[in-house]
């Protein structure tokens, strides 16, 4: 439920409504209003509103959660959430492109990615070190030295790094190089990898799971939000279907449905979407067209040899195309790609 208070509310009147929550059980969190001061509680959801509440001095009124989200939802917050980090903005009209390797292999590779991805009007270089495989027989990642390799380039180049945190135990270290933190499909219902990156300072790219629905996509996103970090980038990147002929099933409404569902931004993942090299072009100029707030995609300059996900790896020669397809998707439904940002 949330607790709208009184704009006079005092510190005594806090203090009670406060352990008036406790002795309900019920966990809360204050939040800034435009008008009034709200508190949120975040746990115990279930047992509905207690009585006596209402009539707390210093309490307004109490409106109780409709919805399963509620952080996450358009109820929360009607404006679109802009995600930030440095110079790049996730959420304005500018159409943000992500792209780099799969996985971080060696200098060469991060060197070649980080020029073609600037030259294109990229902006944020991504690159797994921590990746999760399918089979523990595959390239795993090269941990720190990836990190050290990606964080060069990034800056060599003037781009922000876009790194995958598989668990906790990394995070630490995950943080020190990246700027955003990536969570996997595979993680996205990691409740504890949720709950810290809650507690992080910066910006999450969180993976659709390859099987979630849109409400638990959303309920994952809450529990960021609700650990007091609302710097959370969705990413649709296909979900299972019944047929094998493609890696997935690229979900294009879901974009326009949970941009009414949610302030957050959205970006698309055509590489996963589609694991397919010839598909992937097509997807991103839908994504774009249908108003997604970015794309991120895999580039590689030998896409045979690579490590991860070659078969969906775009040849460097690629993304030129792939930015003049976007500066001219971009301007017809109100965003801008390319120039300066
Ligand atoms: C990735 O982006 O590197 C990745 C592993 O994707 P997903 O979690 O969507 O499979
Ligand atoms: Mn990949």
Partial sequence: MVIVLEESITQDQSSALEA??????????????ERYDVVVTTDNVEAGVPSGLADLPGVRTVVPITRSYLL??????????????GAVRVGTSRFVLFAGPCAVEDADQMEACAAAVKAAGGTVLRGGSFKPRTSPYSFQGLGEEGLRLHREAADRYGLLMMSEVLDREDLDLVAGYADI????????????????????????MLKRGLASTREEFLLAAEYILMGGNDQVVLCERGIRSFDPSLRNNLDLASVCLLKEMTHLPVVVDPSHATGTRSLVLPMARAAAAVGADGIMVEVHPA?????SDGPQALHIEDLPVLARDLSAIAPLVGRIFGGDS
């Avoid at 008036?20 to 209003?33: D, I, Q, V």
């Avoid at 109820?75 to 980090?85: A, I, L, N, P, Q």
């Avoid at 499909?185 to 300072?201: D, E, H, I, T, V």
């Fill in 181 to 204: 933190l990536q969570v996997g499909s595979r993680n996205m219902q990691n409740f504890p990898l949720l709950k810290a990156l809650g507690k992080q300072a910066k910006p999450i």
């Fill in 72 to 85: 996450a939802s358009r109820d929360f917050r009607s404006g679109d959430t802009v995600v930030e980090s």
């Fill in 303 to 307: 896409p045979e040899r690579a490590l």
């Fill in 20 to 33: 008036f929550l406790a002795e309900h059980h019920l966990g809360a969190r204050r939040e800034r209003g």
